[in-house]
């Protein structure tokens, strides 16, 4: 997922105009939506709208014009969301999951993106969890996660129906500081690729961050 730069902060949705306009229009695309539909684990209801679960909430996508929206139609979505909503439905292949866990690293180009992988989402995740990691069962519970069994305390998220995602978490000791990874089925690449993946990640990290109760 790659977004046209902008000098102004205030400009950031603004430059992912470009990549949403070109999901949309791959999804105009696509003959077979309700084939797309059983890939990639979405509700076909008619002709003209797709529901699709992402981060345990159902999305709605009305066709031909690929609007996104919440069921009640309220809430605000990102066009980073949107984006990544639209690209696993158009790649979605199918696999179902393998229940082999893989490391960002044996991702398609995994080794040479992993620096900028761990800033953007491991190390985040690290800062916000790793002296309280029981909070992220917790946390993760509204995004619909659920107990994993990684490292000292961990959580499975099915940030969408094929794509599981593992937060793990080290608590650290007197010589070791915390520390964490974050894990994959094996079928990811089925799905998104390792730039959206990327994306994904950072975009889970900051909304269980933001969800951190007051102190």
């Known amino acids: 997922m790659r977004k046209q730069h902008s000098s102004s902060p205030g400009s950031r949705e603004h ?6 306009k070109l999901a949309r229009d791959q999804l105009a695309k696509i003959s077979g939506i309700e084939e797309q539909c059983r890939k990639s684990g979405a509700q076909c209801i008619g002709p003209n709208k797709i529901i699709i679960a992402y981060l345990n909430q159902p999305y709605h996508i ?24 639209l690209h696993y439905f158009n790649s979605a292949g199918g696999t179902p999951p393998t229940g082999i866990l893989i490391t960002y690293k044996q991702l398609p180009g995994g080794v ?10 491991i190390n985040p995740f690290v800062k916000h ?10 946390l993760s519970a509204k995004l619909g996660g659920y107990k994993a069994n990684q490292g000292d305390v961990s959580v499975t998220i099915n940030a969408f129906s094929h794509v599981p995602i593992t937060f793990a978490l080290w608590r650290g000791d007197e010589e070791f500081s915390p520390s964490g990874s974050i894990l994959f089925d094996a079928n990811i690449s089925d799905y998104l690729s390792t730039e959206d993946i990327t994306v994904l990640c950072e975009t889970i ?5 933001k969800s951190i109760p007051p102190t």
Do not use: H, M
Request: charge should be negative; avoid cysteine; proline fraction near 7%.
């Open 15 to 20: 430059g992912y105009e470009l990549p949403y």
């Open 62 to 85: 009305t066709l031909p014009d690929a609007e996104i929206s919440l069921e009640d139609g309220k809430a605000e979505i990102s066009l980073k969301d949107k984006i990544l909503i």
């Open 112 to 121: 040479s993106y992993f620096p900028a992988f761990s800033q953007r989402a």
């Open 129 to 138: 969890f790793g002296q309280k990691p029981e909070l992220l069962i917790d």
């Open 205 to 209: 990290v900051w909304k269980l961050v």
